[in-house]
């Protein structure tokens, strides 16, 4: 049973407590969750879950039915990376002095496609959008003059296929 990265899309309801419940899923079996984001999705009233673990195809497939049962879930799909186009975001803030006195940071930034979102005295803070792969490596390159601080998103992607649960939902609201 070979590992594999999977995205996980959960169309649901919005009511408290569900987040929890989709995740003691993922914690009874051990499993962790490597990013996770929610937010509204293209059907009005309609939240979506993105959820990104490594897991063997067949459980997969067994967590997809187990988040399936939730009430409040309206349905769960799973998605290899081929099959989607996906993002996450970043931000970077780094001491001014450096943005001015170290030409090779404009270079990095300029190069890894980044931009700059806001400059004050004391700071400058960089918003990359990417695959993982990229934030990573501008992490690295930019960990050498130091971060002050970094935070990452979660994954947020679309499908390449049509989903077929906004045709569902649609037909169901009428």
Known sequence: MEKQLFTVSIYTENNIGLLNRISAIFQRRH??????????????????????????????KKIIGQIDKQIEVIKAYYHRDEDTIYQESCLFKIKSDLLFEERQIQNIIKESNARIVTVNKEFFVIEKSGKREEIELLYRELSVFGIMQFTRSGRISV???????????????Q
């Open 159 to 173: 499908t390449k296929d049509e989903m077929k649960i906004s045709k569902m939902l649609e037909a169901f609201n």
């Open 31 to 60: 499993i962790n969750i490597e990013s996770l984001n929610t937010s509204a999705s293209e059907i009005e009233g309609v939240s979506r879950f993105t959820i990104v673990v490594s897991v063997p195809e067949e459980q997969i």
